[in-house]
């Protein structure tokens, strides 16, 4: 296969000012000439971004919460509410296993991640010969484009495959796309804040080397006399020996001729690096709308802004993806026929509060209270076995609380002795 010529072109650019280097130092190297450095000096991009702790954490915060929320296919019914669609071919595929190599919880979860980092995921959608779903297989954004084909002016994805270019309806390709500029493809929020993610990146090389190459080398020996190549050979030597290296920072050094070691300290604190890390670690949680605590940042957290920081995730943090999602499922997993015969796909957010028990239990007894649930509804929502008889069917309510109209029938008119009248309740 010919390669593009601005391909070519970039090889042996870098083949000329690389030299020897590994492959994956030669891959972060075309990244550099492809992508450019940040004014901090690295690459970034979403590889690189997710060898820096913030960053992967707050991917996994998001990926993980999606992938832990139930998610089931429902019918409206006549009547009002609705029910789950067990008998509908796309509830297994999204509730268990939307591909024979993958149960929901991964494939959500990989996409998930591909979403939050470059603001884009894509999986093939099979179908058969019925058209309802049978295989949903994820593709990595790298090998995805979405374009628009001037032929019929449709939007179609260019997936690259083992060397191979197919071209796909967007009937056949599940896309979830971030914030873009039209509403096609998303941004890719890595691409987009590189400044701020390679301020991070940069700190982090910096303190990882800064212990790596040890705190002692940071000096100046002083010699009254040119030194002979042999002693300077040896004393050289000998400070790479010992000087070089946590497991070397309490060796003493042996100094000869006269000799006097100065050290040149570099404390992290007069340069304020911690203060610059702990920034960057908050703007990169306000990238990804992460509150700190869930990445294990307590420096500002109590037991009361964190109950209310976890209910702001689930709604400005979480909810938009949610409804991503939903849409996307409906549009492309689920048929035009299948909308207009009221199925649809919901994430049941409830799921968020299982690890809260006591709130949990809370919110049930005031539905069963008011006669929103009944008593084997409950037992259901905990995987409990019914009860049979009324106890389990019956919806019960607040004794103190009646209907208007019951009130009034249970009255009467009483003619008072002053010539008034008042009510009085009917035995």
């Known amino acids: 296969m010919k390669l593009p010529k601005f391909v070519t072109n970039l090889a042996l650019k870098v083949a000329a000012s690389s030299g020897s280097y590994t492959p994956d130092e030669l891959y972060m190297r075309m990244e550099r000439y492809m992508f450019g450095s940040v004014h901090s000096g690295v690459a970034v991009t979403e590889s690189t971004a997710m060898r820096f702790i913030t ?49 929901t919880s991964t494939w959500r979860e990989a996409q998930m991640g591909h979403l939050v980092l470059s603001g884009n995921c894509y999986s093939v959608i099979t179908l058969n010969g019925k058209g ?9 954004w790298t090998a995805c484009q979405p374009f628009r084909d001037y032929a019929d002016m449709k939007i179609k994805y260019r997936i690259t495959d083992r060397g191979q270019t197919y071209i796909y309806p967007a009937e056949k390709v599940f896309h979830v796309p971030g914030l873009g500029f039209d509403g096609i493809m998303g941004y890719s929020p890595i691409r987009m804040t590189a400044e701020s993610i390679g301020l991070g990146i940069a700190a982090e090389e910096f303190a990882a080397r800064f212990y790596g190459q040890g705190m002692n080398v940071g000096g100046v020996v002083e010699v009254p006399n040119e030194m002979s190549d042999p002693a300077y050979q040896r004393f050289k030597e000998d400070l790479e ?15 000869e001729g006269g000799a006097k070691f100065s050290r040149i300290p570099m404390p992290l604190t007069d340069a304020q690096f911690v203060e610059s890390r702990a920034m960057n670690r908050d703007d990169i949680c306000g990238l990804f709308r992460v509150p700190p605590h869930m990445i294990a940042n307590l420096d500002r957290a109590t037991n009361n802004n964190i109950e209310q920081q976890s209910l702001e995730f689930v709604m400005y943090s979480l909810l938009p ?9 409906n549009a492309k997993l689920l ?3 299948d909308r207009q015969q009221g199925y649809y796909a919901k994430f049941n957010v409830e799921g968020l509060l299982r690890g809260d028990y006591l709130s949990r239990q809370q919110g049930l007894a005031v539905q069963r209270q008011n006669g929103v649930i009944n008593a084997n509804e409950w037992r259901a929502m905990e995987e409990l076995n019914p009860i049979d008889g009324d106890a389990g069917t019956a919806y019960l309510v607040n004794g103190a609380m009646v209907a208007t109209s019951t009130a009034h029938a249970a009255t009467q008119p009483l003619r008072s002795g002053g010539g008034g009248e008042q009510s009085v309740k009917s035995p």
């Open 132 to 140: 309802n779903v049978v295989d949903i297989y994820p593709v990595p």
């Open 321 to 329: 993806y949610i409804t991503k999602w939903e849409n996307a499922i």
């Open 55 to 103: 960053v992967y954490s707050c991917v996994r915060v998001l990926a993980e919460t999606l992938a832990s929320l139930p998610l089931f296919v429902y019918r409206t019914m006549p009547n009002g509410g609705a029910n789950k669609a067990t008998d509908h071919p796309l509830y297994d595929l999204i509730n268990f296993q939307p591909n024979d190599e993958m149960n």
């Open 335 to 337: 048929s035009k026929k």
């Open 241 to 255: 020996e010992r000087g070089a290296g946590m497991h070397n920072s309490w060796k003493p050094l042996i100094l």
